[in-house]
Nanobody, 128 residues
Framework: QVQVVESGGGLVQAGGSLRLSCTASDLTFDRYVMAWFRQAPGKEREGVSC????????YYADSVKGRFTISRDNAKNTLYLQMDSLKPEDTAMYYC?????????????????????WGQGTQVTVSS
């Protein structure tokens, strides 16, 4: 049974940093496009960042460009999100998602329907 588990969330002051991790089991990790999404209370889920199967292509939401960095270690079945210069508006539940069949394009990476597996989320709270 595929499991996707996020970790690393927490409470941080504005301007601080956090590193999220996502581990996936019972799947061939390097065959999956991986992504981070987030959802704040009362708001729709949004794509934060995405990385291709071999790590060579990445996409970011405009709101996090230059502050967040996505990476993956296929040998460890792990996805990361380094979040720097955090802002109160980054406060949300952050979810890891894995897409097996998707053909990664700039116009689809943020579509949640493209992903097959999701984690339960990790909470990130940024205080002002």
């Amino acid at each position: 049974q595929v499991q996707v588990v996020e970790s690393g969330g927490g409470l941080v002051q504005a301007g601080g940093s956090l590193r999220l991790s996502c581990t996936a089991s019972d799947l061939t990790f390097d065959r999956y496009v991986m992504a981070w999404f987030r959802q704040a209370p009362g708001k729709e889920r949004e794509g934060v960042s995405c990385i291709s199967r071999n790590g060579g292509t990445t996409y970011y939401a405009d709101s996090v460009k230059g502050r967040f960095t996505i990476s993956r270690d296929n040998a460890k079945n792990t996805l990361y999100l380094q979040m720097d210069s955090l802002k109160p508006e980054d406060t949300a539940m952050y979810y890891c998602a894995a897409g097996r069949t998707m053909w990664l394009r700039p116009t689809n990476w943020y579509d949640g329907d493209e992903y097959n597996y999701w984690g339960q989320g990790t909470q990130v709270t940024v205080s002002s």
